[in-house]
């Protein structure tokens, strides 16, 4: 770490305090960015510090420390001596730790809560991450007062002040160890409960004024009071209906004189809403309708609050704060494992009453829900002798048959509408089974390689039958699931001789010409629908075979390069005999991959006479007229569909074609790609190591990747398309054209424009003037693999195919997730935004927030997809508004270099590397 200065700057405060700013050298942002997340490390700096204030400053009440890394503000840390403690220096007060809690009591809400705090649901929910609107009493909760993403030299003590809190009260609501906090940090601000929660008790009621309790609202106030709205609204000024738990209301004289003993209209009623309710079911439970309601309670949406009060109009039935006098007789709560169905039956109703009772328009419960229980049914409920509880391995049919039920009478009993079960899940067993049940005889117990067959096999009854006896849909097992074993079997099992287990580079073709059946005796002794195996997997072996079986003279495993057409050239059989006896379906092979090799061709194959590795640059055509052979025959040779290749892919050069043409030798240049070594490049081009050494003047044999090498008179030098290249046009200058619209419009640097027409910044445009514009043709790099990027040079070649104001997709190597970026400035690298808020939050979640750390990334532009670098703090100048950042991100590509100081970042040129498969 090295301090290259440090000053002293006065703050904001009524007792004379300062702030240190401390700035690191560039190199030092490892360090700077350990501060955060290292004790040990933030304890040496601050000692460091401490020793500038006692050397410089001694007098000086420092309060806080500033980190600054090239210019941006990096951190900020609290800081305290024995003199001026952290709590002091920060105008803390001892803050009881329940003093931003609100405890919730019977009766509460997170609506009625919100009502008194004057907040929402949400917020609340967001404030102490629920995921439900559920609360319990003594349940204690933050009231969000706002939520602040903290800005540059912002820290806690400022932000309460700003929100008049205390720092203790901030780190108690946001689980905060230290003082400690980051730039684009959210913070929750909580409401102080102790200072204005409101009082639960209410005062002795005078004959003018009413208290607000929890779940009024003034339609139900004014009718109590046989007043109005509008008057009691006029009495209070209030601009809205809208009033909180614990407010004090003046009643209009005219009924003040009255308690509320609901002197309301005689046909008039209160109903507090419960859970599962809604407008249409209260309506038809009071005999109403839906309309009536809204306009009695001024609802302008059928949206309902769990303890909201409602007036009920014309109800005809004596007032009841609490419930209205129904049908009901009781409730039910539910628990962990019920089912409407069980309810239902626990309870002698129809699942349908039960249904039609609590409003529901599924069967779907959860738990803590209360159900109204009708006091009788509408249909007859079938008795029930007992339950029973799901555990791992069981399925409907076992638990049927274990009971002597059918699996239907089971399903009905339970209202199920599959035969899907979960662990723990307690299930309503009837009395009596409505069709007979097989008796069992046995279980077993899956275990790892078993298939059904081969468990039919191997207790004497068919598959079938034992697909039945356990309810199954399909031949899937699992490991540890119960099989019921039925006594008899409706069809002869063909016998077992013996077993086989699949190792690597097995196919079931392989295996069955091994032990002399055919393929398919094999997959139906196995029950299997097509011809893929798992390693492990435990095969049975039939007794005799229905086909006869080609014999077999020998094995092949694949190497890197192989392809199916090489391999069958090789051995003297043709591709389709190959893939015939390996039960192949298409061409492709996998390195290590055991193929069975037959002992006849059944066509001829054409003689090989030698192999050729592709190499950066070549095309099919290319290789053909090299080796003198047409492009269809190297195709048919070869096996290709099309015409593209990659780089490293071995290709099998036919010997039936005219006499190969003499290649005339010449000196050419190549660059050097991922992989090359002094040695593979001097044996593709025919030269010695020595030449290439002597014609470059190597001290050593370490290349670079893309190193240029003079190849002096070689052979199979590379055609010119995998070059870049440089062509101009010309433009006639128009009104309001300007240098740099016409660098963004054309994709070059500002800078270049100006050289190539010998300008400056200060020359001036005229209308009709003709300026040269570079066009930079930049060829497609070989990748190391499908999941790299090319490596491009930032100078010379990325910032062309990525220039200011193009759009990209940018893909973490790491996480696999995407978002997109645009280019607006930069010149050193590129300089980025995000698009939109959701590219942002995608961002964030990569590098958990705002971050100056490095990551490998592919950017895709254009279809081409690139090996870069990228840091997410966004920082300076922004050219995209409301897209959630403010500023701009780095991206960085190969030789990209620092905009502070013009040197390369290597934390930056490594993740490159890394994306470009090359580390």
Known sequence: MEMIKHQLTRLDSPDEQFALTVHLDPHDFEFASELDRDTGTKKTFLLSCKKIIDNHYPTIKVSVVRVVVSGLLFTTIPYATSSVSAQSSNGDATVQANSIFYEAGPGDSLWTISRTFNTTVELIKRANHL???????????????AFHTVAVGEYLSILARNYGTTTAALREANHLSSDTVRIGQTLVIPTMVNNNRPSTSQPAQKTDTYTVKLGDSLSVIARQYGTTTEAIRKANHLSSDLIRAGQVLAIPSDSGNQEPTFKIQPTDQVYTVVAGDHLSLIASRFDTTVEAIRQANHLTSNTLQIGQRLVIPGANLSPNLTSPQTSQAKTYTVVSGDSLSVIAARHGVSTSDLRSANGLSSDLLRVGQVLNIPNGASSPVQSVSSS??????????????????????LRSANGLSSDLLRVGQVLNIPNGASSPVQPVSSSYTVVSGDSLSVIAARHGVSTSDLRSANGLSSDLLRVGQVLNIPNGASSPVQPVSSTYTVVSGDSLSVIAARHGVSTSDLRSANGLTSDLLRIGQVLNIPNGASSPVQPVSSSYTVVSGDSLSVIAARHGVSTSDLRSANGLSSDLLRVGQVLNIPNGASSPVQPVSSTYTVVSGDSLSVIAARHGVSTSDLRSANGLSSDL???GQVLNIPNSTPPQQTEVRKTFTYTVVAGDSLST?????????????????????????????????????PTQTSLNSLSYKTHTVRSGDTIWDLSVQYGIPQSELLRVNRLTTSSRLSIGQQLTIPVHHIAVKPVKSPSHGELLDWWTEAQYVFPIGKTAKVTDIATGKSFHIKRTIGANHADCETLTVNDTNIARSIWGGFSWTPRAILLEVDGRRLAASMSFMPHDVQYIRNNGITGHFDVYFSNSTRHVDGRADATHQAQVERAAGLR
């Open 681 to 717: 490049i001097a044996n593709r081009f025919n030269v010695t190591v020595d030449s290439i050494r002597q014609a470059n003047h190597l001290k050593s044999d370490l290349l670079q990747v893309g190193q240029r090498l003079t190849i002096a008179e070689g052979l199979n030098a």
């Open 388 to 409: 029973y509880t799901v555990v791992s391995g069981d399925s409907l049919s076992v638990i049927a048959a274990r009971h002597g039920v059918s699996t239907s009478d």
């Open 131 to 145: 995921t439900s609107d559920i609360v319990q009493p003594g349940q204690r909760l933050i009231i969000p007062k």
């Open 645 to 647: 290749l990659r780089v």
